[in-house]
């Protein structure tokens, strides 16, 4: 069964340094979703993507945040510099035209900022 | 704000009952409504869905309940198991491909 990727599934950094996420969705879907899941609360979107255009950042703190699909398959998340208020879940999804609105996500990569 | 409000925060029945998971919405654009099943340290899971124009769907133990009147949907667990236990969470979203707008989640623990 395809899944969604992710890596890595754990990450620990310091405060103020760069950290990145990467995300390689189900073969063929062309939406790409980051959401962030802090811990005890439902996901919220970051930043969605359709093919290599972001379709919705609104909710991405752009000051640090920044996005990349760049060849509209595999994606990049990057965070610099974080903050300790970035610790959290990060979880990506993909979903499809053909597939509708059904959403499948990845195994996550926790992120701890001390 | 909180597009989409779930209840309870925590729930637990004993195996073979019945746990029932209330969301309610304001959004009337909203037009998918999923839920998710998610345990520790994993990613949600697509659990079950139903689109506005149904009343009820079932699949195995697992039942969405949807009043568009009210804007409230649920889902209902017959026959709870142990291996039930798990964080839910409900969403809904707006046609085609929009992100989903996920609850704060229900835990729920399923006691032998």
């Known amino acids: 069964e395809a899944e969604v990727a992710q890596s890595p599934r754990y990450k620990i950094t310091e405060k103020s340094q760069a950290v990145a996420f990467w995300c390689d969705p189900i073969?063929?879907?062309?939406?790409l979703y980051w959401y962030r899941q802090i811990l005890g609360q439902g996901p919220e979107l970051l930043v969605q993507?359709?093919?290599?255009?972001?379709?919705?950042d609104s909710q991405l703190p752009k000051d640090r945040f920044s996005a990349e699909r760049l060849k509209g398959v595999d994606s990049t998340l990057k965070i610099q510099p974080a903050e300790l208020g970035d610790s959290a879940m990060y979880l990506c999804?993909?979903?499809?035209?053909?597939?509708?609105?059904?959403?499948?996500f990845g195994p996550g990569t926790r992120l701890t900022v001390t | 704000q909180q597009q989409v409000k779930q209840s309870p925060q925590s729930l637990i029945v004993q195996k073979g009952g019945i746990s029932i998971i209330n969301c309610a919405y304001e959004?009337?654009?909203?037009?998918?409504f999923p839920w998710y099943q998610q345990f520790p340290g994993k990613g949600p899971a697509l659990l079950i869905a139903?689109?506005?124009?149904?009343s009820e769907k079932k699949e195995g133990r697992f039942t969405i309940s949807f009043n568009k009147s009210a804007k409230q949907f649920s889902l209902h667990i017959m026959d709870s198991q142990p291996g039930d236990s798990a964080t839910y969470f409900c969403a809904a979203s707006k046609p085609s491909g929009y992100a989903l707008n996920f609850g704060k989640g229900t835990s729920l623990l399923v006691t032998p």
């Open positions: 999804a993909s979903s499809s035209p053909a597939g509708g609105t059904e959403q499948y």
């Open positions: 139903i689109r506005p124009d149904v």
């Open positions: 959004n009337t654009a909203f037009d998918y």
């Open positions: 073969s063929g879907h062309a939406t």
């Open positions: 993507f359709q093919d290599e255009s972001v379709v919705d």
